[in-house]
């Protein structure tokens, strides 16, 4: 699939997010091992990422102000504007102050996308808009630059993160849009569990058209009943 998959649109500077919590949470069917991380450096004296959510290939980690300039630049990929459908620029100074923004939010969880043998940031999932009373949230995901899309790295970081919203959040229903041109990622969506709800006409105006989005979402029982839960 085309797993650069923001499906709602990347607008940071109009959405906060916050620090999730000190949880490690592993995705279904991992098979890696239970594994500690502190904030401790490694030889080269950097300090160790947090590994939050871990499965076989990626692994999901807080985003901080340390991040801004990988985030900036992700949001200037060509391919992946298009499929977010993102229309707006923002600076530098726009995107930190939308990291600094995340811990005065309770409405979003945004992680960052990170390889489990490197270390390297591909791109970045959120939950968000949670509704504590209604028990639901939207999801979206981007992964950065072709040679990172169709390795499984965006359906094993999404599998991770739905298994938190279902098995942490106690969330009940989480919905995604996807405009009707990505029809890589509708079959990985619809792989995953996603059922279609409904199509919003005309929703974006990209590159001269008008196109449309797609309703989708998935319901924590048919999460369960898909992996054995």
Request: aromatic residues 8%; negative net charge; glycine residues 8%.
């Amino acid at each position: 699939m085309n797993e650069s998959v923001n499906e709602s649109v990347s607008e940071p500077v109009n959405r906060a997010v916050i620090n999730p919590v000190n949880e490690h949470v592993k995705g279904p069917g991992s098979t890696e091992p239970d594994r500690q991380k502190s904030n401790c450096s490694n030889k080269a004296g950097a300090p160790v990422p947090v590994r939050f959510l871990e499965g076989e290939k990626v692994y999901l980690r807080p985003i901080d102000t340390g991040d801004t300039e990988t985030y900036f630049q992700q949001l200037f990929q060509p391919q992946t504007r298009k499929l977010t459908g993102t229309q707006k620029h923002f600076t530098r100074n726009q995107i930190e102050r939308y990291i600094e923004g995340k811990a005065q939010d309770t409405s979003s969880i945004l992680l960052l996308i990170a390889l489990t043998e490197t270390d390297e940031v591909i791109g970045d999932i959120a939950l968000q808009d949670i509704d504590s009373y209604n028990r639901s949230a939207g999801i979206r995901i981007s992964i950065d630059s072709s040679r990172n899309q169709g390795k499984g790295c965006g359906t094993e970081a999404l599998n991770l993160m739905l298994d938190y919203g279902f098995g942490i959040v106690n969330l009940h229903r989480i919905e995604l849009n996807v405009f009707a041109y990505n029809e890589r990622a509708l079959h990985v969506y619809e792989k995953i569990g996603f059922k279609k709800e409904g199509v919003q006409k005309d929703a974006l105006y990209y590159n001269h058209k008008y196109h449309d989005s797609i309703l989708m979402a998935i319901l924590e029982h048919e999460y369960r009943e898909l992996h054995g839960l």
